[in-house]
Antibody, heavy 122, light 107 residues
Framework: EVQLVESGGGLVKPGGSLRLSCAASGFTFNNAWMSWVRQAPGKGLEWVGRTKSKTDGGTTDYAAPVKDRFTISRDDSKNTLYLQMNSLKAEDTAVYYC?????????????WGQGTLVTVSS | DIQMTQSPSSLSASVGDRVTITCRASQSISGSLHWYQQKPGKAPKLLIYAASSLQSGVPSRFSGSGSGTHFTLTISSLQPEDFATYYCQQSYSTPQTFGQGTKLEIK
Protein backbone atom coordinates (compact mmCIF):
# COMPACT_ATOMS: atom_id res chain seq x y z
CA GLU A 1 0.00 0.00 0.00
CA VAL A 2 1.36 3.40 -0.98
CA GLN A 3 1.71 5.78 1.93
CA LEU A 4 2.86 9.38 1.91
CA VAL A 5 3.16 11.10 5.27
CA GLU A 6 3.97 14.81 5.39
CA SER A 7 5.42 16.53 8.43
CA GLY A 8 7.14 19.75 9.41
CA GLY A 9 4.30 22.21 9.09
CA GLY A 10 3.58 24.87 11.67
CA LEU A 11 3.50 28.57 12.41
CA VAL A 12 6.31 30.70 11.05
CA LYS A 13 6.84 34.45 10.84
CA PRO A 14 6.99 36.28 7.52
CA GLY A 15 10.50 36.07 6.12
CA GLY A 16 11.17 32.83 7.98
CA SER A 17 12.00 29.36 6.75
CA LEU A 18 10.52 25.91 7.14
CA ARG A 19 11.34 22.48 5.79
CA LEU A 20 8.59 20.00 5.05
CA SER A 21 9.22 16.27 4.78
CA CYS A 22 7.25 13.55 3.06
CA ALA A 23 8.01 9.97 4.10
CA ALA A 24 7.13 7.52 1.36
CA SER A 25 6.49 3.79 1.48
CA GLY A 26 4.84 1.05 -0.55
CA PHE A 27 6.55 1.81 -3.85
CA THR A 28 10.02 2.17 -5.33
CA PHE A 29 10.77 5.73 -4.27
CA ASN A 30 14.03 6.14 -6.16
CA ASN A 31 12.24 5.55 -9.47
CA ALA A 32 9.39 7.92 -8.68
CA TRP A 33 8.74 11.45 -9.78
CA MET A 34 7.24 13.45 -6.92
CA SER A 35 5.45 16.74 -6.56
CA TRP A 36 4.15 19.23 -4.03
CA VAL A 37 0.68 20.77 -4.31
CA ARG A 38 -0.72 23.33 -1.90
CA GLN A 39 -4.15 24.63 -0.96
CA ALA A 40 -4.69 27.93 0.80
CA PRO A 41 -7.55 27.95 3.34
CA GLY A 42 -10.87 27.84 1.51
CA LYS A 43 -9.17 28.03 -1.89
CA GLY A 44 -8.35 25.69 -4.76
CA LEU A 45 -5.35 23.54 -5.53
CA GLU A 46 -2.05 25.05 -6.65
CA TRP A 47 0.83 23.10 -8.12
CA VAL A 48 4.07 24.04 -6.34
CA GLY A 49 6.68 21.98 -8.13
CA ARG A 50 8.01 18.60 -9.17
CA THR A 51 11.17 16.55 -9.02
CA LYS A 52 12.11 13.82 -11.43
CA SER A 53 13.85 10.63 -10.37
CA LYS A 54 17.64 10.71 -10.45
CA THR A 55 17.62 8.18 -13.28
CA ASP A 56 15.55 10.65 -15.29
CA GLY A 57 17.92 13.49 -14.49
CA GLY A 58 16.67 14.56 -11.07
CA THR A 59 15.64 17.99 -12.33
CA THR A 60 13.06 20.15 -10.65
CA ASP A 61 10.41 22.55 -11.88
CA TYR A 62 8.61 25.20 -9.86
CA ALA A 63 5.60 27.43 -10.08
CA ALA A 64 6.42 31.10 -10.52
CA PRO A 65 5.18 32.25 -7.06
CA VAL A 66 7.68 29.97 -5.28
CA LYS A 67 10.59 29.86 -7.72
CA ASP A 68 13.83 31.05 -6.12
CA ARG A 69 12.31 30.72 -2.63
CA PHE A 70 11.36 27.04 -2.44
CA THR A 71 13.57 24.03 -3.14
CA ILE A 72 12.42 20.48 -3.68
CA SER A 73 14.93 17.76 -2.84
CA ARG A 74 14.91 14.07 -2.12
CA ASP A 75 16.88 11.52 -0.14
CA ASP A 76 16.37 8.21 -1.89
CA SER A 77 18.22 6.36 0.88
CA LYS A 78 15.53 7.51 3.31
CA ASN A 79 12.57 7.38 0.90
CA THR A 80 11.88 10.99 1.78
CA LEU A 81 10.91 14.07 -0.22
CA TYR A 82 11.58 17.56 1.10
CA LEU A 83 10.33 21.06 0.48
CA GLN A 84 12.62 23.78 1.80
CA MET A 85 10.69 27.02 2.02
CA ASN A 86 12.56 30.30 2.52
CA SER A 87 11.49 33.95 2.62
CA LEU A 88 7.99 32.87 3.52
CA LYS A 89 5.08 35.20 2.88
CA ALA A 90 1.55 35.33 4.25
CA GLU A 91 0.29 34.07 0.90
CA ASP A 92 2.26 30.85 1.36
CA THR A 93 -0.17 29.88 4.13
CA ALA A 94 -1.68 26.60 2.96
CA VAL A 95 -1.97 22.88 3.41
CA TYR A 96 0.93 21.31 1.55
CA TYR A 97 0.44 17.89 -0.04
CA CYS A 98 3.11 15.65 -1.46
CA UNK A 99 2.09 13.42 -4.33
CA UNK A 100 3.49 10.73 -6.54
CA UNK A 101 3.59 11.65 -10.22
CA UNK A 102 2.45 8.91 -12.54
CA UNK A 103 4.00 9.03 -15.99
CA UNK A 104 1.73 6.66 -17.86
CA UNK A 105 -0.54 8.58 -20.23
CA UNK A 106 0.51 11.94 -18.87
CA UNK A 107 1.85 13.31 -15.62
CA UNK A 108 -0.74 13.23 -12.86
CA UNK A 109 -0.86 13.04 -9.08
CA UNK A 110 -1.84 9.45 -8.44
CA UNK A 111 -1.27 9.19 -4.68
CA TRP A 112 -1.53 12.01 -2.14
CA GLY A 113 -0.42 12.44 1.43
CA GLN A 114 -2.78 13.77 4.10
CA GLY A 115 -1.16 17.22 3.99
CA THR A 116 0.58 19.45 6.49
CA LEU A 117 -0.53 22.97 7.37
CA VAL A 118 1.88 25.88 7.08
CA THR A 119 0.77 29.17 8.60
CA VAL A 120 2.80 32.31 7.91
CA SER A 121 1.84 35.03 10.33
CA SER A 122 3.43 37.49 12.72
CA ASP B 1 1.05 29.54 -18.28
CA ILE B 2 -1.98 27.56 -19.42
CA GLN B 3 -5.16 28.74 -17.76
CA MET B 4 -7.81 26.20 -16.84
CA THR B 5 -11.40 27.35 -16.43
CA GLN B 6 -14.09 25.14 -14.94
CA SER B 7 -17.80 25.65 -15.20
CA PRO B 8 -19.93 25.89 -13.30
CA SER B 9 -18.14 26.99 -10.12
CA SER B 10 -20.91 25.41 -8.10
CA LEU B 11 -23.76 23.08 -8.86
CA SER B 12 -26.77 21.83 -6.92
CA ALA B 13 -28.12 18.44 -7.86
CA SER B 14 -30.10 15.54 -6.47
CA VAL B 15 -29.21 11.92 -5.89
CA GLY B 16 -29.75 10.07 -9.15
CA ASP B 17 -29.13 13.11 -11.37
CA ARG B 18 -26.72 13.11 -14.28
CA VAL B 19 -24.24 15.97 -14.00
CA THR B 20 -21.56 17.32 -16.27
CA ILE B 21 -18.67 19.58 -15.33
CA THR B 22 -16.71 21.38 -18.03
CA CYS B 23 -13.03 22.31 -18.07
CA ARG B 24 -11.55 24.55 -20.75
CA ALA B 25 -7.87 25.18 -21.42
CA SER B 26 -6.50 28.48 -22.70
CA GLN B 27 -4.59 26.57 -25.38
CA SER B 28 -4.57 23.04 -26.71
CA ILE B 29 -3.36 20.49 -24.18
CA SER B 30 -4.05 17.42 -26.29
CA GLY B 31 -5.32 14.77 -23.83
CA SER B 32 -3.19 15.83 -20.86
CA LEU B 33 -6.14 16.51 -18.58
CA HIS B 34 -6.90 14.88 -15.25
CA TRP B 35 -9.78 15.07 -12.79
CA TYR B 36 -9.69 14.95 -8.98
CA GLN B 37 -12.36 14.77 -6.29
CA GLN B 38 -11.87 16.42 -2.90
CA LYS B 39 -14.07 16.10 0.16
CA PRO B 40 -13.86 18.57 3.06
CA GLY B 41 -10.77 18.10 5.19
CA LYS B 42 -9.40 15.37 2.95
CA ALA B 43 -6.69 15.11 0.33
CA PRO B 44 -7.77 15.10 -3.31
CA LYS B 45 -8.33 11.76 -5.00
CA LEU B 46 -7.56 10.94 -8.62
CA LEU B 47 -10.67 10.04 -10.62
CA ILE B 48 -9.79 10.29 -14.31
CA TYR B 49 -6.42 10.60 -16.04
CA ALA B 50 -5.54 11.36 -19.62
CA ALA B 51 -8.99 12.86 -20.19
CA SER B 52 -10.93 9.62 -20.25
CA SER B 53 -9.12 6.82 -18.38
CA LEU B 54 -10.84 5.75 -15.19
CA GLN B 55 -8.50 5.32 -12.24
CA SER B 56 -8.63 1.87 -10.71
CA GLY B 57 -11.26 1.59 -7.99
CA VAL B 58 -13.27 4.59 -9.15
CA PRO B 59 -16.94 3.76 -9.85
CA SER B 60 -17.93 3.48 -13.48
CA ARG B 61 -20.58 6.20 -13.09
CA PHE B 62 -17.66 8.64 -13.50
CA SER B 63 -16.48 9.28 -17.03
CA GLY B 64 -14.35 11.84 -18.79
CA SER B 65 -14.09 13.02 -22.35
CA GLY B 66 -12.54 15.68 -24.51
CA SER B 67 -9.31 16.72 -26.12
CA GLY B 68 -7.59 19.91 -27.18
CA THR B 69 -9.18 22.67 -25.14
CA HIS B 70 -12.57 21.31 -24.10
CA PHE B 71 -13.10 18.55 -21.54
CA THR B 72 -15.97 17.19 -19.50
CA LEU B 73 -16.42 15.09 -16.38
CA THR B 74 -19.77 13.31 -16.19
CA ILE B 75 -21.35 11.53 -13.27
CA SER B 76 -24.11 9.38 -14.69
CA SER B 77 -26.19 8.92 -11.54
CA LEU B 78 -25.20 10.94 -8.49
CA GLN B 79 -24.71 9.09 -5.25
CA PRO B 80 -24.62 10.68 -1.78
CA GLU B 81 -20.86 10.18 -1.55
CA ASP B 82 -20.26 12.15 -4.77
CA PHE B 83 -21.04 15.51 -3.21
CA ALA B 84 -17.61 17.09 -3.16
CA THR B 85 -15.42 19.57 -5.03
CA TYR B 86 -13.97 18.54 -8.38
CA TYR B 87 -10.81 19.90 -9.99
CA CYS B 88 -9.30 19.50 -13.42
CA GLN B 89 -5.53 19.74 -13.98
CA GLN B 90 -3.43 20.00 -17.11
CA SER B 91 -0.04 18.34 -17.37
CA TYR B 92 0.73 19.35 -20.95
CA SER B 93 3.28 21.90 -19.80
CA THR B 94 4.81 23.20 -16.61
CA PRO B 95 3.72 24.83 -14.50
CA GLN B 96 0.92 22.34 -14.27
CA THR B 97 -2.26 24.21 -13.52
CA PHE B 98 -5.59 23.40 -11.92
CA GLY B 99 -9.03 24.70 -12.59
CA GLN B 100 -10.63 26.74 -9.83
CA GLY B 101 -12.85 23.84 -8.78
CA THR B 102 -16.54 22.95 -9.02
CA LYS B 103 -18.42 22.44 -5.78
CA LEU B 104 -21.18 19.89 -6.15
CA GLU B 105 -23.85 20.31 -3.51
CA ILE B 106 -27.02 18.48 -2.59
CA LYS B 107 -30.23 20.12 -3.82
Amino acid sequence: EVQLVESGGGLVKPGGSLRLSCAASGFTFNNAWMSWVRQAPGKGLEWVGRTKSKTDGGTTDYAAPVKDRFTISRDDSKNTLYLQMNSLKAEDTAVYYCTTVSRSSGYYAKYWGQGTLVTVSS
Amino acid sequence: DIQMTQSPSSLSASVGDRVTITCRASQSISGSLHWYQQKPGKAPKLLIYAASSLQSGVPSRFSGSGSGTHFTLTISSLQPEDFATYYCQQSYSTPQTFGQGTKLEIK
